[in-house]
């Protein structure tokens, strides 16, 4: 076979497990040595299992039953995305021939949003710990950090956002004698000094000493991790590919290696290999938005286009109050000239809680660009042109207040002051921020009925007005219906938590901190309310 064309293949036993990835010669090589049986099955990515027996015949024949199956599975995917039920909310987009602007192309008119500022990858989740809820599970690979009480405090203040003071504790450790926990230490030092870019010289090396010495697989395998990581965030080299090759060779089932490596690929623009480590990625974790993010951006670029828009798609789906991905969702459809479904996307991107992302970062040791709100300020601006006068000013207004801005504020009142119910929802929430509680009768007067129309957050604002002033049962009852309404919502669930707990409720504001830790492992209030009772 053409090694061109040599594609990255997975077994599963007969047990169910998943082994890989290979390519061919080592598949054929495991099979002469009896290492996985000819009745195991095997499939290249993006492709279904077959037996390995096809092994036993020549490449050419191999080659052809692989092509064939992938015509069923491209013919499978048009009959379930046709038969898919579609959201109201998202619906699906008019896909016309391949002819538009690029991704790339479209960022460069609107703002480097993508492919922009570095870093941080959110430094705070490596607590993520296997989570069952419903179909869902969430499932996040740790640093070894066995037997060490003093780590245990170091990964908890991470978790809760308490970076600045890690260090500081990881940096007065270091300078002792002899630290009993060397080297295990040195990961999250190091980690901390990347994700903030800070000294990143003595991060590398601190890692590469490291490396240089004899130590367990448990230790080298993040250490290449966070090397890779701090390779790719600096735009370096090969952007960290070896280093997650060695991670991988360390320890074959690292989520997170297998997704930078992914990254790493598609900033080299080989699209083929960054789908397939994408799609490893997703076999550990196969909930996880960034997964799926990215793996739209591959497939944009690979021209499959149905295929980016499910993985788009997916991604809002599995985090509804996660902006960046409606943001590359909307990016995506302008690409395809598809300005109708680029605008819908971000309605309901900007009826969504806007703090969710700051308070819940991406997973530890996932590399993902610094969110930047001027950019997405610039998408918006750019795609909802020609939208209706109050969208262009709530949404900007909302975008700025990302960044502590406020320039649409005077606008925002004027449409409020006309009836415009978004906008009375959009101040009578600063209001509540502000402490600033003279006008909550008036609005609320006015905010009555049904608010379905602007999402669960709308329900959760009016809930925390009434409570203010004192209205329990109006506040039990909109908290109870924005449950109802989205069972899984951070923002609701923590509001009624503040609620329940200033009425002398404990335990029951403890099961709802239960509740968001369960659907949102890494939401920093949580974490911090759960251990701190």
Same mark, same amino acid.
């Given at each position: ?5 040599? &594609?990255?293949? /997975?077994?599963?036993?007969? #047990? ?8 061919? !010669?080592?598949?054929?090589? @495991?099979? =002469? ?22 092994? /036993?015949?020549?490449?050419?024949? $191999?080659?052809?039953? #692989? ?29 016309? +021939?391949?002819? +538009? ?64 003071? !890690? ?22 030092? !190091? ?19 490291? /490396? ?11 250490? @290449? ?26 320890? +074959?089932? =690292?989520?997170? !290696?297998?997704?930078?490596?992914? &990254?790493?690929? *598609? ?67 302008? #690409? ?55 969208? &262009? ?18 606008? $925002? ?15 009578? &929430? ?38 203010? /002033? ?7 009852? =909109? ?20 609620? *329940? ?18 659907? @949102? ?13």
């Amino acid at each position: 076979m053409n090694p061109k064309h040599n &594609r990255l293949w /997975l077994v599963r036993t007969r #047990s169910g497990e998943i082994l890989g990835p290979f390519d061919q !010669a080592e598949l054929k090589d @495991h099979l =002469d040595r009896d290492l996985f049986d000819p009745m195991d099955e095997i499939a290249p990515s993006n492709a279904p299992w077959m037996k390995a027996d096809v092994l /036993l015949t020549t490449d050419e024949e $191999v080659t052809r039953t #692989s092509t064939r199956n992938q015509t069923v599975t491209q013919t499978t995917q048009t009959i379930d995305t046709a038969m898919a039920h579609v959201r109201p909310s998202l619906p699906e987009p008019k896909l016309v +021939p391949p002819t +538009p602007m690029s991704i790339q192309t479209l960022q460069s008119k609107v703002a480097p949003f993508i492919m922009g500022s570095l870093l941080i990858l959110g430094i705070w989740s490596l607590i993520m710990q296997s989570h069952n809820v419903g179909s869902r599970e969430r499932r996040i690979r740790s640093e070894n950090r066995a037997g060490s009480e003093f780590l245990a405090t170091i990964y908890s203040l991470i978790n809760r956002g308490e970076t600045t003071i !890690a260090l500081n504790i990881l940096t007065k450790h270091h300078s002792d004698a002899k630290p009993t926990d060397y080297p295990a230490y040195i990961i999250p030092m !190091a980690a901390v000094l990347i994700t903030h870019s800070q000294n990143l010289g003595l991060a590398k090396k601190l890692l590469t000493q490291v /490396l240089s010495e004899d130590h367990p697989a448990t230790i080298k395998a993040p250490v @290449h991790r966070w090397l890779g990581f701090l390779m790719l965030s600096q735009g370096e080299g090969d952007m960290g590919e070896n280093h997650f090759l060695e991670a991988l060779q360390l320890d +074959p089932k =690292d989520a997170a !290696a297998r997704f930078n490596l992914g &990254r790493a690929y *598609l900033k080299q623009e080989r699209f083929i290999q960054s789908l397939d480590y994408l799609q490893l990625a997703e076999l550990e974790l196969p909930d996880l938005w960034i997964v799926h993010i990215y793996k739209g951006r591959a497939r944009s670029e690979l021209g499959h286009y149905q295929q980016a828009e499910q993985s788009f798609r997916k991604a809002v789906e599995l985090d509804p109050d996660r902006w960046v991905s409606y943001i590359y969702y909307a990016l995506f459809a302008a #690409s395809r000239q598809d300005t109708a479904l680029a605008q819908t996307i971000l309605r309901q991107m900007i009826l969504r809680d806007p703090s969710y992302e700051q308070l819940s970062p991406p997973p530890w040791g996932f590399f993902h660009e610094k969110t930047n709100p001027l950019e997405y300020l610039s998408v918006y601006t750019h795609l909802m042109n020609g939208a209706s006068h109050p969208e &262009r000013i709530l949404g900007r207004h909302l975008i700025q207040g990302l960044s502590g801005g406020g320039a649409e504020s005077k606008g $925002v009142r004027e449409l409020a002051s006309h009836g415009n119910r978004f906008a009375q929802l959009v101040l009578l &929430r600063e209001d509540l921020a502000s402490g600033s509680l003279k006008d909550l009768t008036s609005t609320l007067e006015v905010l009555h009925g049904d608010l379905r129309d602007f999402g669960t957050l709308a329900y959760v604002t009016r809930a925390q007005a009434q409570a203010s /002033l004192g209205r329990k049962n109006d506040a039990e009852n =909109d908290f109870k219906f924005a449950l109802t309404l989205e069972p899984s919502s951070a923002i609701a669930h923590w509001a009624y938590a503040e609620y *329940l707990s200033q009425n002398g409720r404990k335990p029951e504001a403890e099961s709802q901190i239960q509740q968001i830790l369960n659907f @949102h492992p890494n939401y920093i209030p949580a974490l911090v309310a759960a251990t701190n009772p």
